[in-house]
């Protein structure tokens, strides 16, 4: 037996930050709008990351929520090996720390591997310009095995956990491309008592019952991908408390904030408006074991639901680090809810389902989040049991993540109509005065929204009013992963995506695709989509950029037959272009969805997007003297290429030479090497790049001159020359 040795480890380890026992082995999902990443203890919280999972309504991946969950297992009266008795005994991953050496283990399989990913099909490749873009596939775990994934999921990751009370965890985490599906992953979790406390063969506890056992999630969403500034702050609530409820859930959405000096609900961009956090964040419970010998639904579970202090200490951190006291009332909370530990007021017993603990929902008590002392943000509680669960016995317990989000068009569209004081028209069946669908702290404090600096009263209304349509978003998707569920993870899917390359030519870009979509017996063809500027909304020169749109069709149905291949030769000179393609089915086969349709189906944007720019560019200029330099000058505030603005390009020059850049004092700022053989170079291959300095350095205002060195196509020198001045201002 390994105890001793696991103990001491912790002992040692513990001196040290909590990270040093953390292996923080991990794999991510990236195939909807939502990117998870899964940790093999199922750690969510601050040692597994702050992007734990990021949605793409603005400039693709990069609005990262940071969020921050937890999970807790709890059994009263507990024995150990030695015969020492504990009142409560916890094993979890708490929100800030986490010990995978002894509190909740990584169980590694016959072969060490501790996570494992398995796809349905062949992830495709992805190429710009000779780059592969798509991840290593396969890394260590990693299998395409649709024979191992439930239902129609487009991907599941697999993990087995051993805790310190004798609990293994059997973590399933499923997730579709689909885009009736692709807000949302699911957490399916089995729960046994095996009786062994740690990683060797040894059963130290064969014959013990956990008793009266509880397990409790926290959430806790911070911000939005590096933009917490977006986010004012958020309030909590929750629906299912009530009998009749048809969902069972618990969501946070953005709320003004107590010291803001204006409506900044959505939190709307001051300069151009944008919404930068019309988002509701939300956990649902799908299914709750009953009892181990009773596997139907239990819909009163979970039995306590509240709203807690972020930095409260007896959960934030795993168990080893807190005192038996702590544990007690970690399991106070669990099982009798907020009101002894808090004096939180809580919904009466008559009005919800019998021994449940509900708080009563935040939005229905303060005006502002700091109203609770909390710093604006809190954080979640649901527990489910109790539960006795006797060895060899098991519960399972289902979950979801999932986002409900207006559409970056409308946030940009609402937003700007906003900032520049113009009416917004509010969402359909909404009259100012008469209906909307303001949540309820709004309703009872109206001047939250009251005319300001920056808005009117009915235009902070109108706002508003879009910002929270959010929820209705967020409702949808829990019916939709709730209907999945109770039918067996069955949904139609769409035929697999195509690998995708993208060449930057003379006079065109190049799209090609592969024929792996063609192995669906429902194929029926593909669709060529495109962004400029951006892979995904984005503010550029404040105008939304990045918005994808159908270029081209191809097989049943279109305008062109089947094919391999198109070329975008509408592309501008210069200019950033991100592509995909998908590919649809001709729906004939597929079952009804959601919606109730039949309807075809098309692979999902995230399978096969391009991450690198591709460009169109021209054939070698003719004569050294047609060289021009574009933007010239340049003006940072003039931007040229959308996307792009510090990019400066060198038009009609050789196919192969060297460019050598000199500031006005003769020193040498820049070499370029130009290779391609067409007739355009940029200052820097990405954006990145763009106008940098040998030493990566942006460029100042100045006046520079390039010469221009052309080179046969071995790269040797002709002896052609040439000078070209141009300005910089900034």
């Known amino acids: 037996m390994k105890k001793v040795y696991y103990l001491l480890l912790f002992t040692i380890l513990s001196l040290f930050a909590y990270q ?50 937890g999970y807790h297992l709890a059994s009263k009266n507990w024995k150990d090996e030695n015969g020492v008795d504990y009142p409560v005994r916890i094993a979890n991953n708490a929100t800030a720390s986490a010990d995978e050496v002894y509190n909740t283990m990584p169980l590694p399989d016959d072969e060490g591997i501790t996570l494992r990913r398995y796809f349905r099909y062949q992830p495709p490749t992805i190429t710009v310009d000779g780059y592969r873009l798509d991840d290593p596939f396969p890394r260590m775990g990693d299998e395409v095995a649709p024979d191992k994934i439930p239902g129609t999921a487009d991907v599941m990751i697999e993990s087995f956990i051993r805790t310190q009370i004798g609990i293994d965890i059997n973590q399933r985490v499923l997730a579709w491309s689909q885009y009736n599906h692709d807000d949302y992953a699911i957490w399916d979790w089995t729960f046994t008592n095996t009786g062994n406390l740690d990683l060797d063969d040894e059963v130290e506890l064969p014959t013990q019952t956990l008793n009266d056992l509880y397990f409790m999630r926290e959430t806790r969403p911070r911000g939005s991908g590096g933009r917490s500034s977006w986010r004012p702050e ?219 600096d920056k808005s009117s009263e009915y235009n902070n209304w109108a706002k508003n009013c879009w910002v929270f349509t959010g929820r209705d978003t967020l409702f949808k998707w829990a019916g939709y992963v709730k209907r999945n569920f109770d039918n067996g993870y069955e949904v139609p899917i769409a035929p697999p995506p195509p690998s995708i390359e993208v060449n930057s030519r003379p006079d065109r870009v190049e799209i090609s695709w592969g024929n792996e979509s063609e192995s669906a017996s429902d194929f029926a063809g593909y669709r060529v989509y495109r962004a400029i500027g951006n892979p995904g909304p984005k503010v550029i020169d404040d105008k939304l950029q990045g918005l994808w749109e159908l270029i081209f069709e191809c097989g049943q149905g279109a305008a062109n037959a089947l094919t391999h291949s198109y070329d975008d030769i509408a592309a501008k000179r210069g200019q950033g272009y991100y592509y995909y393609v998908s590919a649809f ?77 000199y500031s006005e004092s003769g020193d040498l700022v820049k070499t370029l090497e130009h290779t391609d053989g067409s007739g355009d170079q940029a200052w820097g291959d990405l954006t990145y790049e763009h106008s940098v300095t040998e030493t990566g350095q942006l460029i100042v205002s100045g006046i520079y001159i390039a010469l221009i060195e052309e080179n046969n196509a071995e790269g040797n020198a002709t002896g052609n020359t040439h000078f070209v001045k141009f300005v910089v201002v900034r």
């Open 20 to 69: 040093s026992v953390y292996a923080n082995v991990f794999r991510h999902i990236r195939i909807g709008n939502v990117r998870f990443k899964i940790v093999d203890s199922g750690d969510q919280g601050e040692v597994a990351g702050s992007h734990r999972f990021e949605y793409t309504y603005y400039d693709n991946w990069r609005d990262g929520i940071y969020s921050c969950n």
């Open 234 to 452: 958020h309030f909590f609530s929750a629906y299912g408390e009530y009998p009749g409820d048809s969902l069972r859930m618990v969501y946070s959405y953005s709320a003004r904030r107590l010291t803001a000096k204006y409506d900044d609900t959505g939190a709307p961009h001051t300069r151009h408006g944008f919404l930068g956090d019309a988002r509701y964040d939300g956990e649902s419970h799908l299914h709750v074991d009953k009892s181990p010998t009773d596997e139907t639904d239990d819909i009163t579970q979970p039995q306590m639901t509240g709203v807690g202090h972020p930095e409260w200490l007896p959960a934030k951190h795993q168990a080893n680090l807190r005192t038996p006291d702590e544990h007690l009332l970690v399991y106070e909370l669990m099982s009798i809810g907020e009101a002894g530990l808090f004096g939180t007021p809580q919904i009466p017993q008559e009005e919800t389902y019998p021994g449940t603990h509900h708080t009563v929902r935040m939005e229905d008590r303060v005006k502002f989040t700091k109203d609770l002392g909390f710093a604006g943000r809190g954080k979640s509680w649901t527990s489910c049991g109790p539960y006795q669960l006797g060895p060899g016995e098991n519960i399972r317990i289902v979950w979801a993540d999932l986002l409900g989000v207006i559409s970056p068009e409308i946030g940009f569209d609402v937003g700007n109509k906003w900032v520049n004081k113009i009416d917004i028209e509010p969402p359909p069946g909404m009259v100012f005065g008469v209906t909307d669908n303001m949540s309820p702290q709004y309703i009872n404090y109206p001047e939250l929204y009251a005319a300001d």
């Open 585 to 661: 089915d001709d729906g004939v086969g597929n079952i009804a969805d959601v919606n109730g349709k039949i309807e075809s189906l098309e692979s999902g944007r995230h399978l096969n997007m391009t991450s690198r720019a591709a460009y169109l560019t021209r054939i070698p200029g003719t004569s050294l003297d047609d060289i021009r330099v574009v933007p010239n000058p340049f003006n940072i505030g003039a931007l040229e290429y959308v996307g792009e603005p510090d990019k400066i390009m060198f038009l009609d020059i050789p196919g192969y030479c060297t460019i050598k850049i």
